[in-house]
């Protein structure tokens, strides 16, 4: 595990100053709050911008908890750093399990997309048979249910405490 005291010597988070604490965690709330909706609401017509939302939302109520209770400010590799941030400061393993899953998630699209950009064939990515947006569909709505919806309620139920 990574210590945070190392993080901050490399500059990879820093200290909210209280003047901006409150635009930090503003934007986090709302943040997390629109992109979780819009997971929510694409599951069916959108799957995988389904999956991505659901990932942010996770990723922004994380840095939302993260600027709320330690005041901290995630400045270089974003996603990794946040994950790191989280294993110190936070007991609950299932929390840690269900952010590192959503990050993986989103690795494998993003992956799927460097993958479909050096083969053109491929262009149409998941769109082309009905039998791959069905399980685009399944993967959406699975991953909403087991890993963005709970993951979300965890922590707010930690801000709350």
Do not use: C
Not at 5 to 33: A, G, P, V
């Amino acid at each position: 595990m990574v210590k945070i005291e190392s993080l901050f010597q490399e500059e990879k988070i820093s200290r909210i100053k209280e003047t901006e604490l409150e635009r930090y965690i503003s934007f986090f709330s709302n943040s997390y709050k629109d992109n979780y909706e819009h997971a929510q609401s694409n599951v069916e017509s959108f799957p995988r911008w389904a999956i991505i939302s659901g990932y942010y939302a996770m990723h922004d109520i994380s840095n939302l908890l993260i600027a709320k209770i330690y005041r901290i400010k995630i400045e270089t590799e974003i996603h990794a750093t946040t994950i790191k941030v989280l294993q110190e400061l936070i007991n609950d393993k299932e929390i840690l399990k269900l952010i590192e899953e959503g990050y993986e998630e989103f690795n494998n699209l993003a992956n799927e997309l460097s993958d479909a950009k050096k083969e053109r064939v491929k262009v149409q990515y998941y769109t082309g048979t009905d039998f791959m947006k069905e399980k685009y569909r399944q993967k959406a709505k699975e991953f909403f249910e087991k890993n963005v919806k709970i993951y979300i309620e965890k922590i707010n139920k930690l801000m709350k405490k």
